[in-house]
């Protein structure tokens, strides 16, 4: 299975950009990267997702380099209400079974400060 | 918007109850999962189904698990004998085509808190 690694907290202030870095050293040929905000209490929700370079939506970029072993999350001014969990996914196809898991790993804390 | 929605939004029960969570998952999804999340840990994957089979499960899902798709709409979880360490939020999700697309995006509902007693 692919593994992810991100740092365990991030701290901003509001109108800051804000990136964040995950690392994927085994990803697959196939695997796209698809990266999930968790607030309090909340299930996970779909922020953005790439396969290569870069991907731009309404809410984040995600700027992923050739050799795809690793991929930036991008919050442009981020504001209080971005403070979350942020989880970055990449395939997990259990090739043996035919089915798929998918593993969160920890996440990046990300507290926004006035 | 569709959205998936889960009930009860808390649930209390003692050790060794049963217990059944319920999920409507978005009407044109395909497939449905369900996670947990034990209070400030990780999201825990648990269990995949597609066309009324589970298609992939983690070694947490044991025999005292199950799911099920008794009509159209819903799905359900169910815990036979609950433990203290089953306390947790449950997410259920559902997605249009399955994981088996690596670009398959999942829509979580907004948890059921189960408590143990």
């Known amino acids: 299975l692919a593994k992810t690694t991100q740092p365990i907290s991030m701290d901003s202030y509001e109108g800051q950009e804000v990136n964040i870095t995950c690392s994927h050293n085994n990803i697959a040929t196939n695997d796209y990267i698809t990266w999930y905000q968790q607030f309090p209490s909340q299930g996970p929700r779909f922020i953005i997702q790439?396969?290569?370079t870069k991907v731009t939506n309404e809410v984040a970029s995600l700027f992923i380099p050739a050799d795809r072993k690793s991929s930036t999350l991008s919050l442009p001014r981020v504001s209080l209400s971005d403070t979350a969990v942020y989880y970055c996914?990449?395939?997990?196809?259990?090739?043996?079974?035919?089915?798929?898991?998918?593993?969160f790993g920890a996440g990046t804390r990300l507290f926004v400060k006035a | 918007e569709p959205e998936v929605t889960q009930t009860p939004s808390h649930q209390v029960t003692q050790m060794g109850q049963e217990v059944i969570l319920r999920c409507v998952p978005i009407s044109n999804h395909l497939y449905f999962y369900w996670y947990r999340q034990i209070l400030g840990q990780k999201v825990e994957f648990l269990v995949s189904f597609y066309n009324n089979e589970i298609s992939e499960k983690s070694e947490i899902f044991d025999d005292q698990f199950s799911v099920e798709r008794p009509d159209g709409s819903n799905f359900t979880l169910k815990i036979r004998s609950t433990k203290l360490e089953d306390s947790a939020m449950y997410f259920c999700?559902?997605?249009?085509?399955?994981?088996?697309?690596?670009?398959?995006?999942?829509?979580f509902g907004p948890g059921t808190r189960l408590t143990v007693l």
């Open positions: 996914l990449v395939g997990d196809y259990e090739k043996d079974t035919g089915g798929f898991k998918t593993i």
């Open positions: 790439g396969y290569k």
């Open positions: 999700a559902s997605s249009p085509y399955g994981t088996t697309s690596s670009t398959d995006t999942q829509y």
